[in-house]
């Protein structure tokens, strides 16, 4: 038996786990989107991050990376532990058919795993749902958490798609509404008043009293 797994997000250039074969290719009829909430990797409860989920939509492609496992069952159980700790906020497992460039119309892989959320608020607590480009550049500039902050995740996937030879031009309007966002808190933070922290009191020369010989009782 042999385990294939397709990477979208950060799966594309970060695994992270044991794997046999790599290659790149797309899966039809989803599209990626930024609709799902992290909280613990690059977001927090608090101030939750946005990650990528697939949206079903027909006859759209979404390129990434297929991930093959063999070896043994130990070896895919491994693996199938390992995404499953890692993916925790997806709620569905699909399995699709895979495709490479070179022959867009058959299958190079059927019964590729993909790990995708469910679009309903009340079935998947992780699904934030769409929101305004602009909205969602600002979470993502401000959103950080224990593996990092959140526009890292988003630029490291545009440099991914394009090392593969697939840019996404949804990742990359985004990427760039990110940016924008950071140069206009950066000129905030540079162009702000700074507050004298030098105080207006005449100084008061203070001697030091001599430490007391009888020690505090605890």
Not at 22 to 27: A, C, E, N, S
Not at 43 to 59: D, F, M, Q, V
Not at 94 to 113: R, S
Request: net charge neutral; aromatic share 10%.
């Amino acid at each position: 038996m042999v385990l294939w797994v397709f990477g979208y997000g950060s799966l594309v250039w970060n695994p992270g786990f044991d794997f046999d074969e790599r290659i790149v290719g797309f899966i039809k009829d989803y599209r990626r989107v930024f609709d799902l909430a992290c909280i613990d990797h690059r977001g927090t409860p608090a101030n939750p991050a946005r990650t990528c989920t697939l949206e079903a939509k027909s006859k759209a492609v979404c390129w990434g990376a297929a991930y093959c496992v063999k070896g043994g069952q130990e070896k895919e159980q491994a693996a199938m532990q390992y995404l499953e700790r890692r993916e925790c906020e997806y709620d569905t497992k699909v399995f699709v058919d895979f495709y490479k460039e070179d022959d867009p119309f058959k299958p190079a892989i059927t019964g590729v795993l993909v790990f995708i959320s469910t679009p309903d608020k009340e079935a998947n607590r992780y699904y934030l749902g769409p929101a305004p480009l602009q909205d969602m550049a600002r979470q993502i500039a401000t959103a950080s958490g224990p593996c990092g902050n959140n526009r890292d995740y988003l630029f490291l996937l545009e440099k991914a798609m394009l090392e593969i030879g697939h840019e996404d031009a949804r990742v990359i309007e985004l990427a760039n509404e990110v940016r924008k966002v950071l140069a206009k808190l950066k000129e905030k933070k540079i162009t702000s008043p700074r507050i004298s922290t030098k105080s207006h009191l005449p100084r008061i020369n203070i001697a030091c009293l001599p430490e007391t010989a009888v020690a505090s009782s605890r």
